[in-house]
């Protein structure tokens, strides 16, 4: 009876224990992350190629509707351009930044960086063109680099690998030269079509100018991310509510468009100021950016299962993903949780309502909407919120 009695109060023991615990059958966002990722090669890969196809299911009308002109984004081609396929290299830079994994270090050398490579161009100043080389000469657009200038960048900062920051050197000299004196300054979006000035090209340029300059403490690269970074405040800045409108033209006239991403690279760039400089303007100019952008970006929502949270309103991910990228720059700062929690609310809500049958998410964040073709770089986005959002 005795050792009946005390079975039965080990056995409820180990309830409360399990009863206690997160649902085990739930992954961490570390996990999801890499379950995504494999998810992505699966039905995004081409045996015997380091390179992907921009949509799964593939589809071989598809015509990119991102590029410069009506010459650009042919139907049929069977690669992504390079914008989806940089997202591989930044999906595994914040993976690699959060586990240290000499592993993933080592898929970014041997699996990425080869891919990418099909991308580079040797037209003076070196670059990276906006698709295949063993194609048709193709455009380059200046944000395009930006993007791999900055994870080349951070693979610097993380493993200490000179090549990665003499790459990263490399692509800012093409960068710069997207830069004049036409409206005061500021960087042309694209290479081969200087009709406007992006924030786009401008705002991460800000961030990409900081990242070098914590990589080799050259001051220039420090003050070059002063004036750009005043420039881009003083024409595409909205005063009313600190955010970021698209781009500005030749002629002067503003694309009033608000991408989450442009505000995003704003409030990371003031944040990263103000981590380098601790003036307290920096942090206060973050932290307008980052509360206007939590009301504009994000809607109140009640889920299924009850609970409200600020739901993402319907963008692609992937300028969610470069819009969090500032939120964690921010959280590091002022340690304020609010908008890290709802990060981390979308985050689980998408794990467990948006994904499909392959492993793979839904573009609608309501999640009335399925989409019978999903974009690489909307999947890809998901892996590096979840890698980033992983480290908080």
Sequence with gaps: ??????????????????????????????????????????????????????????????KASYLAGPDEGKKGNAYSYLWPFSGSLSAQVARYELHKDPKILKEIKTKVLPGLEHYYDKREPYGYASYVKNAPLSDR?????????????????????????????????????GMDDKLGGGIYWCEQKKESKNTCSNAPAVVYLLKLYE???????????????QWTKEH????????????????????????????????QSAALFYKITKDQKYLKEAQEIAASAHE????DKALNSGKKIKLFKNSD?????????????????????LYINSFKDNLRYAWTDLRDEHGLFNKDWT???????????????MVEMYARIASI
């Design 367 to 381: 999640g009335e909407k399925k989409s019978s073709k999903k974009w690489l770089l909307d999947q890809l986005a």
């Design 141 to 177: 657009f200046y944000d395009d680099n930006v993007w791999l200038g900055i994870d080349f960048a951070d693979l610097y900062l993380n493993s200490k690998d000179k090549k990665f920051l003499a790459k990263s050197e490399e692509i800012w000299r093409f960068v710069e030269s």
């Design 1 to 62: 009876m005795k050792k009946t009695f005390i079975l039965t109060v080990i056995c409820l023991m180990q309830l409360v224990q399990v009863l206690a615990q997160p649902n085990s059958a739930v992954p961490s966002f570390a996990e999801q992350a890499a379950i995504s990722l494999d998810s992505i090669y699966k039905h995004y890969g081409i045996k015997g190629e380091y390179l992907l196809r921009e949509n799964f299911p593939y589809d071989d009308s598809y």
């Design 236 to 267: 595409l800045e909205d005063p009313a509510d600190h955010l970021y409108f698209d781009n500005i033209s030749l002629t002067g006239k503003v694309n009033k468009t608000k991408f989450p991403y442009n505000s995003g690279q704003m409030l």
């Design 215 to 229: 990589a080799t403490n050259n001051r220039a690269y420090l003050e070059k991310a002063e004036k750009l970074y």
């Design 296 to 299: 504009y970006f994000f809607q």
């Design 317 to 337: 991910s992937w300028f969610i993903a470069v819009m969090l990228r500032g939120f964690v720059e921010l959280y590091h700062a002022d340690k304020n949780p």
